[in-house]
């Protein structure tokens, strides 16, 4: 018996031992740093589920041709969660306890993240980057908000920018928003309430359920309410159907989308009715004149990146795979999760990811507050804007 | 007064349109009820099929003929219409054989797992990027006293009303039609009688695959995004089908409209004046829904069937 505590005692300790690398950390060997990445490969949300991590793998791969982060190379294990908060808990879980990961990166959805904050309070492991821009994320009082480090500027003050914006070109326009009817909705929401309440103004809300494709009663209502400018807190397919509607109808507001709204289909589908249209975006556009830009151009070009692939889905997991190596270098060579955490804390107004400048602090892990915008002219998306917060 | 009953006649409108869509899908469900008693849950993803191979054939004459003009959408829809000929017959080979003496839940749910397995195979072959499908009448509409109606939608009316008749005349009046009932309501007394109960069940799987087909083609243009999510449209149709009476053809149409109008009013002018209406916009359909099958519960066009046993 005692031979078998004995020989279970060394198991153990090996155990513990081959989990942990040299930095004493799960996921960090000699030669390699092992994150977990959980996407949507197979559900509602499996075109992200491609493009995401084929982004972050283009910037990763590159990072390993020259060397790695301190010599490791940088190895991304992607799950399938289908965008669902229970099974993302398991696989996050799974890639906690079973693949030993050193930290989460990317992890897809609002639902599925706020699924796993007690696995991220109980197990101590940093989220770099979820993929998803609700404001929740960088919510400091939520459960484990500490080890969660978001990228993008959250929907709710994408939604208020937007407003200010369009007050200050026009102190009185009158103001629609159409949002879907969810988690994503209710962020922008919560934005418009709160430049409703700062700028003293009222904004016209319309609801529409995830799916729809019909939308004449909400844009007849914007219509009858006189708006001059329509927020889109929609995705791909509802901008260019509200746009093509309010085209047949003969209204022609000014149309304004949040970041999802990006995309450039919504030029190429919505034709005469998507001209002018204003969309938030993130980042720099991926195929303008800038550094981080050019360079993501230069390697899709070199590793064939399908033509169809390339966009700002792709360019998403490009520019978070940038500031998610730049926190593991920050974490220094013997890397530990705490060490992690305190690297990406001393980011600060750190512009070299091709996105809006990141700045995290102890009590400050929004990342980014700002957006840039994005204009349709001529059916060709232009940028029109500086960063705006 | 002129002004609000404008808009409404105009949100009626539109809902009609959308109306027309779920009963196209609702027509492919009870299609296959009619003569089978089986509810195919997998007819949004033949839609969604049907959809796919519109868009792949159309872009595969368009690069042989140049840009697309009216004769390539024709030429997609024959095509899609062959394919969904083939491939109704091939459910039916499948699916329906194989299991026509098992019990009817078992059937059912093959077909949730085909329809499972097709959005997966479609994922395979298309690839993960949502498609943009181009209408054959672009942006073009009409306006008749204020409401606008796309001549898309006009189509989409059209073949909802025109499939409806069709095969409301085919089940009522042709021996192919009353061979099909009397399937339905016996498949063996009906082989004894002679009705070759196999070819009436390749037949109506190939119907409902047509019609799922059509409705994919017509509704991918004006979701102005195709993809594998289409699919799930065939739920919100189930419930149009049931309140016009599951097994009833013209009841399909009715239902859709009825659901249709009742989203868009709903969503529109209701909305607007009466805050309270935004908040159960997602549960209006199935609180009518229940409304009228507590009053009827064979649904609005339905009729009790009564069985000898």
Not at chain 1, 66 to 86: F, I, K, S, W
Not at chain 1, 110 to 128: K, Q
Not at chain 2, 59 to 67: D, I, K, R, V, W
Not at chain 2, 197 to 219: D, E
Request: charged share 15%.
């Amino acid at each position: 018996m005692k031979k078998f505590i004995s020989f279970n005692l060394t198991a153990s300790i090996f155990f513990v031992l081959g989990c942990s690398g040299p930095s004493g950390s799960p996921g960090i060997s000699d030669n390699e740093i092992l994150i977990g990445n959980v996407q949507d490969l197979s559900g509602p949300m499996k075109e992200l589920g491609k493009l995401l991590p084929s982004g972050s793998n283009l910037y990763l791969d590159y990072v390993n041709n020259n060397g790695g982060v301190h010599g490791r190379n940088v190895r991304m294990l992607v799950e399938d969660a289908q965008y669902n908060p229970q099974k993302t808990v398991a696989v996050v879980k799974k890639l906690i306890e079973k693949e030993q990961i050193f930290c989460l990166y990317n992890v897809i959805g609002t639902s599925p993240v706020e699924a796993i904050r007690p696995l991220l309070e109980e197990s101590g492991v940093p989220l770099i980057a979820p993929a998803t821009q609700s404001g929740t994320m960088s919510d400091m009082s939520r459960p484990a908000a500490r080890y969660i480090f978001h990228t993008d500027t959250g929907y709710d003050i994408q939604a208020g920018i937007l407003t200010e914006y369009v007050i200050k070109l026009d102190p009185n326009a009158v103001i629609g928003v159409i949002y879907q009817d969810d988690d994503y909705g209710d962020n922008v929401l919560k934005g418009i309430e709160a430049i409703e309440y700062e700028l003293n103004i009222s904004v016209q809300k319309e609801a529409f359920q995830r799916g729809a494709t019909e939308f004449s009663g909400q844009v007849m209502n914007l219509m009858k309410g006189g708006c001059t400018h329509v927020i889109i807190a929609g995705i791909v397919k509802e901008p260019i159907i509200i746009m093509k509607t309010a085209e047949a109808m003969g209204f022609s507001p000014q149309f304004l989308g949040i970041s999802p709204t990006m995309d450039h289909r919504v030029a190429l589908a919505a034709g005469s009715a998507g001209e002018g249209f204003i969309a938030a975006n993130f980042a720099y556009l991926w195929d303008s004149d800038n550094e981080i830009p050019n360079l993501y151009r230069e390697l899709c070009e070199k590793a064939n990146v399908p033509v169809a692939m390339r966009g700002m889905y792709h360019y998403y997991g490009f520019t978070t795979a940038i500031i998610l190596v730049e926190g593991l270098n920050r974490a220094g060579k013997n890397p530990t999760r705490k060490k992690l955490i305190r690297g990406m804390e001393t980011f600060n107004n750190w512009n070299m990811a091709g996105t809006q400048p990141i700045t995290y602090s102890r009590n400050d892990h929004a990342g980014a507050e700002s957006v840039i915008l994005v204009q349709v002219k001529d059916g060709v998306q232009q940028t029109i804007s500086t960063w705006l917060e | 007064m002129n002004s609000l009953f404008t808009e409404i006649s105009q949100e009626i409108v539109s809902g009609i349109a959308l109306g027309s869509i779920y009963a196209l899908i609702a027509l492919g469900f009870i299609l296959i009820y009619k003569a089978t008693e089986v509810v195919n849950f997998a007819q949004g993803e033949l839609m969604m099929v049907g959809a796919y191979v519109n868009f792949f054939l159309i872009q595969s004459f368009t690069s042989s003929m140049g840009a697309p003009t009216f004769l390539t959408f024709i030429l997609g829809l024959l095509g899609s219409i062959i394919f969904a000929v083939l491939f109704g017959w091939f459910l039916d080979l499948i699916i329906n054989r194989p299991m026509k003496d098992e019990p009817v839940f078992s059937i059912i749910m093959a077909t949730i797992s085909i329809g499972i397995v097709l959005r997966a195979i479609v994922g395979l072959i298309a690839g993960p990027m949502s498609l943009v499908p181009k209408s054959p009448f672009g942006g073009a509409h009409i306006q008749l006293s204020g409401i606008i109606i796309s001549i898309l939608d006009l189509f989409i009316i059209g073949a909802a009303i025109a499939l409806v008749a069709v095969f409301y005349y085919f089940f009522n009046k042709t021996r192919w039609g009353l061979a099909m009932q009397a399937t339905s309501e016996d498949p063996i007394a009906a082989e004894l009688m002679g009705v070759p109960v196999n070819k009436v069940y390749s037949l109506v799987w190939i119907f409902a695959a047509i019609v799922a087909a059509v409705s994919g083609v017509l509704l991918a243009p004006r979701a102005a995004i195709l993809d594998t999510n289409m699919g799930f449209l065939g739920l919100k149709a189930f419930p149009a089908a049931v309140l016009g009476g599951f097994g009833s053809i013209p009841g399909a149409i009715v239902g859709g409209v009825i659901l249709g109008i009742i989203e868009t009013v709903s969503m529109g002018t209701l909305s607007f004046h009466f805050q309270w209406v935004k908040e159960i916009n997602d549960i209006i359909v199935w609180i009518v829904l229940i409304a009228v099958l507590m009053i009827r519960p064979t649904g609005i066009l339905g009729t009790e069937e009564i069985k000898k046993v």
